[in-house]
């Protein structure tokens, strides 16, 4: 057990499965757990800088895009008041792995709510990275594809090109707007097509069954699943205080158990899933 009071797991030694980031609406989780979780800003905005601890594992920030655009129909807040978030939660927190860029969505239904055209959301996307990194080329800052088709999505990468960026250095890349079709035979055509380029991806929302057909080809990806099926069904037995586990650390962590066992079995793997399991303490 840690001086933090959080007991210690050893780190994946399987670097042929990506690396699971559980997405979370409970951003204190950053400081009970040590296994990689995914958190909103927008969840942790509202926080004082004193309620904030020093994070016992490694995790990645979500900017919030989805709900901004699909409320506001843009972003509401600027480029540089979001790099001075990312500033403060890099060095109060730690252990930040990335942060997401102010990304455009490009899901029919996001492209209503702004107004806009698929290929305005990413010469957007594209534009807003490149400034981010301009700001602050200290922040772990990530750039995103982003497309509504296969042939969108490679002339989003093609953007990068004409911009100076050649995505296939880069140590990561995410893969927007895929959350609602990251299971279908296209996406997974997509994903060997930019992986076997030369791309690592992340994948924004990647369940299981869209790890089950093309895991191995992520570097690493995320999903908030386990909240929104928790919330359909009653609490788990010995849970208190909840008529559902839709934010309950031990129902996360079953989750996130099972996903780990079902990849290693899948994907023939022989890494023993408590390679990359982690615990916590009440």
Same mark, same amino acid.
């Given at each position: ?66 709900? @901004? /655009? *699909?409320?506001? +129909? ?5 480029? !540089? ?6 500033? %403060? &939660? ?102 060997? @097509? /930019? *992986?076997?380029? +030369? ?5 924004? !929302? ?6 089950? %057909? &093309? ?68």
């Amino acid at each position: 057990m840690s001086a933090a009071g959080v007991l210690d797991a050893p780190a994946s030694t399987d670097p042929s499965l990506p690396l699971f980031y559980l997405g979370t609406h409970q951003p204190h989780w950053l400081w009970q757990v040590s296994f990689p979780l995914f958190v909103s800003r927008r969840t942790l905005q509202r926080r004082s800088v004193k309620g904030l601890r020093r994070a016992t594992c490694r995790w990645a920030l979500d900017s919030g895009g989805f709900t @901004e /655009l *699909s409320m506001h +129909g843009k972003w509401t807040l600027s480029p !540089g008041a979001y790099v001075e978030q990312v500033a %403060l &939660y890099s060095e109060v927190i730690g252990n930040l792995d990335w942060a997401a860029p102010q990304d455009w969505m490009c899901e029919p239904f996001m492209v209503e709510c702004t107004g806009l055209s698929v290929r305005e959301h990413q010469e957007r996307t594209v534009a807003n990275g490149l400034e981010l990194r301009s700001l602050a080329p200290h922040l772990p800052f990530k750039y995103v594809v982003q497309g509504d088709t296969p042939k969108s999505y490679l002339r989003c990468v093609d953007l990068y090109q004409q911009a100076g960026v050649d995505l296939t250095k880069e140590t990561l890349v995410g893969l927007g707007s895929v959350c609602r079709r990251q299971s279908t035979d296209e996406i997974a055509g997509l994903v060997r @097509e /930019l *992986s076997s380029a +030369g791309l690592r991806l992340h994948g924004f !929302g990647v369940k299981t069954r869209g790890l089950d %057909l &093309y895991g191995p080809r992520l570097a690493s990806a995320d999903s908030l699943a386990w909240s929104f099926q928790a919330r359909r069904s009653p609490a788990l037995s010995g849970c208190t205080g909840h008529r559902n586990c839709a934010n309950c650390l031990a129902y996360a962590i079953g989750y996130r158990q099972r996903l780990l066992r079902r990849l290693s079995t899948l994907h023939h793997r022989p890494t023993p899933v408590s390679a990359q399991l982690a615990l916590w303490t009440a």
